[in-house]
């Protein structure tokens, strides 16, 4: 089967249906029959492991609802099947026996119980109850859903070929979500998860960590960077084991953990949590991690209760800033991080960010930030980003007091040829070859405005400003009428659609449900 254009037949089965709206929707219709496929296939192979050591293997989900026992509409012959449900009997079956039972609830006729966690309950038969805990089916025609099942139910993922094409498909999907209005700040371009990933340089043996790992872009990256260093059986255990996230929101956390199926982790440690929920020092020696890369999300308004898990100095009401107390926290001795942060963290002065700031200089090795143009995370946001490189380790020769000897800061310019990035001219690897190449023999460039280091002492001078290197004012850019009304509806989406998701936020805080005229 044809792997390469299976999105757009399937989304071209869903514009008929009445119950869908939108891109963002489309794709959640989509990966929740992805996740089922592909943790059918992986139970396959746990049958298997089970059969190999003369044991028992029993599923989570009830034998009726195994995809294998109600998806497939032809038997292992190809031949057609006689019971296939479709049309108004396959939407009962979903919406009050699968997704009921999925979520922990008994089916509506009571005759399959809900599937139940506890401690003792393996991750990776957790992990359905956590995927379909807030996750929505919103086709209502049952014959054009029976067509959805079928295109899924024909990729053949013991095909080790047709897996892979399965898997970079499934990567071109979630790229898509930068332009699904708010579900953009699930994903981070993989130019610059993988970037982040080769200069932490992970081995095999490590425990590699994202805190808020949205779609699961760093920890894909880390484990195509360490795929290499598989050649042995103990290797394998080791890339089993060398991955861990966590995500608060149902629909990233679904779009994360089918990703790193997919790519090979058959027991994802991944969990639907709040990474800030804990208090800060319950962590010692357990819950530490040997590198950490991540996106923290930004802009947030944290509650008060959040809050209170954190050093009084530390106490911030914005969430990129709490991350980078949890970060500090969880990174292990001699660990490494790479963290992307607004460039309000780099100038702000509010007593939090110093502390934070102060904080990174005094006992971690701040050793570079890679300035990032305002456009990478185009359409989704303008907002300029920027990479901090740190490390749990005191830089040999640093001053007294410190743990930072010097810290780079490195201004990456917009290609040769781009204004800006946008969907579809995104940022490529190939963009930061220039800045791989500076990494490898760090200098001084434009007299200090492009790429120049700083003591900590000079930082701290400051006030703490990690605002240098910046970008030069442009001039304005002079469009077309139909150009500049682009740009503007573009803009006034975007602005929507963040509106929107602050306003849903700020209603679920107080329990209020405003319905739209």
């Known amino acids: 089967m044809a792997v390469g254009n299976l999105v757009k037949r399937l989304q071209d089965i869903m514009r008929k249906d009445a119950g869908i709206n939108g891109d963002a929707q489309r794709i959640e219709q989509m990966v929740w029959m992805f996740f089922l496929k592909v943790y059918d296939a992986a139970e396959e192979d746990w049958e298997l492991d089970a059969m190999d050591h003369d044991e028992e293997f029993k599923s989570i989900i009830p034998e009726p609802l195994r995809w294998r026992n109600w998806a497939p509409s032809k038997d292992d012959e190809g031949k057609e099947k006689n019971d296939t449900l479709t049309g108004q009997p396959l939407l009962d079956f979903i919406n009050e026996k699968l997704f009921r039972v999925l979520k922990g609830e008994d089916s509506l006729d009571g005759e399959i119980k809900g599937i139940q966690v506890t401690r003792d309950t393996a991750r990776h038969q957790a992990v359905v109850r956590d995927v379909f805990q807030e996750v929505n089916q919103y086709m209502k025609n049952g014959v054009l859903l029976r067509q959805m099942i079928d295109e899924i139910d024909s990729v053949d993922l013991l095909d080790s070929a047709e897996s892979h094409q399965f898997g970079d498909m499934y990567e071109t999907l979630l790229k898509d979500l930068q332009a699904a209005g708010n579900a953009g700040e699930f994903y981070t371009p993989r130019p610059l998860t993988d970037f982040t990933v080769q200069h932490l340089e992970p081995k095999l043996g490590e425990l590699m960590g994202d805190l808020a790992a949205g779609t699961g872009g760093f920890i894909i990256s880390t484990l195509n960077y360490l795929d290499s260093q598989r050649t042995t059986a103990a290797d394998e255990e080791k890339f089993q084991r060398s991955v861990m996230g966590q995500e608060w929101k149902p629909f990233p956390y679904l779009l994360g953990v089918t990703n790193i199926m997919l790519h090979g982790i058959k027991d994802p440690q991944f969990f639907h949590m709040d990474s800030l929920g804990r208090n800060m020092s319950d962590y010692q020696e357990e819950g530490k991690l040997d590198t950490i890369a991540m996106n923290p999300p930004y802009g947030g308004a944290t509650d008060a209760a959040t809050k209170m898990n954190f050093k009084a100095e530390y106490r911030s009401s914005e969430t990129a800033d709490l991350f980078m107390v949890l970060i500090m926290q969880r990174l292990n001795k001699g660990g490494r991080a790479g963290v992307v942060v607004p460039d309000g963290f780099l100038f702000g002065t509010d007593g939090a960010k110093l502390a934070i700031k102060k904080r990174l200089l005094q006992e971690f090795n701040l050793h570079t930030i890679i300035r990032l143009p305002g456009s990478v995370f185009a359409p989704y946001t303008s907002i300029a980003t920027n990479i901090l490189f740190f490390n749990n380790e005191r830089a040999e020769g640093a001053p007294e007091g410190y743990a930072t000897r010097e810290t780079w ?100 805080l107080l329990g209020i449900n405003i319905q739209k005229v």
């Open 409 to 508: 800061i490195y201004r990456m310019d917009m290609p040769e040829g781009y204004k800006h990035f946008s969907k579809t001219r995104p940022i490529l690897n190939s963009h930061f070859d220039v800045v791989n190449e500076w990494w490898k023999n760090r200098q001084v460039l434009e007299d200090g405005e492009k790429s120049r280091s700083f003591t900590p002492q000079e930082l701290m001078e400051t006030g703490c400003n990690f605002d240098q290197c910046k970008f030069p004012k442009e001039e304005e850019e002079v469009l077309r009428p139909e150009e500049l009304l682009k740009r503007y509806h573009e803009e006034r989406t975007a602005l929507d659609a963040k509106i929107d998701a602050q306003l849903r936020e700020i209603e679920s």
